[in-house]
């Protein structure tokens, strides 16, 4: 039964391989980054090592975007299933790609897989929604006021 053509079929459908596919030419604008090196970067997000943990259950994969993005700072995230990570209203303005799972800020607004928002300078409260846990890429800027 594993080996029917179906079954293969199906199974490579579903690969980590192809599971971004439908948003790689958005991923790719979005960091000013080739498709290849696209898909280089989102399979870092099945391995264990390489991840700076942020707050419990809360890790990042820091990386360099494209040249036109190149005074962004940017990091792949992954919260585990049922995680909060809080941000302070003083830190700088960032925007979010939702890649995996499903998040709510604040007790309010759903992130969902393919979501681009931009997160004004202010406070939130995200959790991941669900077993899977949730996983986006950030893209933070300096503020251009002073503190």
């Known amino acids: 039964m594993d080996g029917t053509p179906l079954r293969r079929r199906l199974l490579a459908s579903v690969s980590d391989e192809k599971h971004f596919e ?17 898909r280089r970067l989102l ?10 943990d942020l707050a419990p259950r809360v890790r990042e994969i820091r990386f ?11 990091s792949l995230v992954r919260l585990d299933a049922n995680a909060r990570f809080t941000t302070s209203p003083d830190e700088d303005e960032c925007w979010v790609f939702v890649l995996d799972g499903m998040g709510i800020d604040r007790g ?20 991941a ?8 890429v950030r893209m933070s800027f300096e503020r251009s006021v002073p503190r």
């Open 108 to 127: 309010r607004a759903a992130w969902l897989p393919g979501d681009l928002l931009h997160l004004p300078m202010r406070h939130h409260d995200l959790r």
């Open 129 to 136: 929604s669900g077993e899977a846990g949730l996983s986006f």
């Open 22 to 38: 439908g948003h790689l030419k958005r991923l790719s604008a979005f960091l000013d980054l080739d498709p290849a090196s696209v």
């Open 64 to 74: 360099q975007p494209g040249p036109r993005r190149s005074t962004a700072r940017c």
């Open 43 to 52: 399979r870092r997000l099945d391995e264990r090592d390489g991840w700076l």
